[in-house]
């Protein structure tokens, strides 16, 4: 059979890597004629570092207020009270520096600033709705005016998304928000502002990237272009990450990883889905507070081990994008994630086995787990994987 699909390219009109974060976000500026600049920032790298001053003094007047305060995960809370402040401002375009919290976030107040939402449950507004052919998509809402700007300090690669994910605080469930309109105008990837990222976050969303790279390839609707970025991406992110282990000064490898870390979000870009990991993840993420980096050294082995009885084949695929031929994925996975002194089971952050039917029954509503290359009927196999990770 002819194969189908579909990529979607996206809004984004630039891709920088290699130049400091300062000098190219003053000159994307320049070009997009914006004068009112909101920075939506990391309150470690402003408080205790002097990277933010750098962008300030680059900016000048031009920079119009200053947001640091975003927590992990998004809460919706921060959300409001992040657009209430660009509204102050007046903002014409949005510069984040951080991990993907405060990128996911600055996507989100885009469309709070169009749609003037103001309050937590206004933000029910721009929920994901279902289309004819029951996918979601895109709410009915004004599309964003105000555009970004993104430079990533971590690998999770969300600033190369159309999806924002926001937590609900009230019900303790994470959300995904898409709109064609909010992926960020340009991205910078500049190596030497993640040299002040906490190694344990840096590492782990590493594992993150390499997670999306794995479950894209693994899929059941992988597809060519799909494969040929994601295959690549973890080439790079499983040889640079113990590089930049062994030397936190490795510039290179950290640019390796940045680079392994855009090319892992192929297959989110030709549409082809995630797994368990991703969904199982975002329960745990959610409901117990714990780092997606972390979730995904501690749930991808767990789920490549399960999923192997029907993809095999396919995770032949990632042992030889990891330089091993033959070996078993969910091993050299595993053993990645071990040299890098990440978490590595459920127990070792605090997650027990009373907890898994709420797990389990909570992962079956994420969008992933359905779409799990080995099918999961119900919350009896999820918690099989569980059991795994445990």
């Known amino acids: 059979m002819t194969k189908r699909g579909r990529v979607i390219f996206g809004r984004m009109e630039e891709v920088s890597f290699g130049t400091a974060a300062s000098d190219t976000i003053a000159e994307q500026v320049a070009q997009a004629n914006a004068t009112r600049v909101f920075l939506m920032v990391s309150g470690t790298l402003n408080r205790k570092t002097d990277e933010i001053e750098h962008v300030r003094s680059a900016l000048g007047d031009r920079c119009a207020g200053i947001f640091d305060r975003m927590p992990a995960h998004t809460p919706r809370s921060a959300v409001v009270e992040a657009s209430e402040e660009a509204r102050t401002a007046q903002a014409d375009l949005i510069v984040t520096i951080g991990g993907t919290s405060i990128t996911d976030g600055a996507k989100a107040v885009q469309l709070c600033l169009a749609n003037d939402i103001r309050t937590v449950g206004g933000m029910d507004a721009l929920r994901s709705v279902k289309s004819l052919d029951r996918l979601l998509g895109p709410p009915r809402c004004k599309p964003p005016s105000v555009r970004q700007i993104s430079v990533p300090t971590t690998l999770s690669a969300g600033e190369f998304s159309a999806t924002a ?123 117990f507070n714990i780092p997606h980096g972390h979730t995904s050294c501690i749930l991808l082995p767990a789920v490549m081990r399960w999923n192997k009885p029907a993809n095999a084949e396919r995770q032949a695929l990632v042992a030889t994008a990891m330089g091993r031929p033959g070996g078993d994925a969910a091993a050299l996975l595993d053993s990645l994630i071990a040299g890098l002194g990440m978490p590595r089971s459920l127990s070792e952050v605090e997650i027990k086995p009373e907890h898994f039917k709420q797990i389990a029954e909570s992962a079956m509503h994420t969008p992933w787990v359905p779409r799990n290359p080995r099918k999961i009927e119900g919350p009896r196999q999820v918690r099989e994987i569980l059991d795994l990770a445990a």
């Open 165 to 287: 994910a926001v937590t609900d605080e009230r019900h303790r469930v994470k959300e995904l928000i898409r709109h064609p309109d909010i992926i960020p105008r340009s991205v910078i990837l500049d190596p030497a502002i993640t040299i002040h990222t906490p190694e344990w976050l840096f590492l782990s969303t590493g594992i993150r990237a390499v997670d999306h790279c794995v479950e894209g390839i693994c899929s059941n609707e992988s597809n060519p272009f799909a494969d040929a970025a994601a295959l690549r991406g973890l080439t790079l992110l499983a040889n640079a990450l113990p590089r930049v282990k062994a030397n936190p000064a490795d510039l290179d490898a950290r640019m390796d990883c940045q680079i392994g870390a855009w090319l892992s979000m192929g297959p989110l870009a030709a549409e082809v889905p995630m797994g368990a990991s991703h969904g199982i993840g975002y329960v745990l993420g959610s409901a």
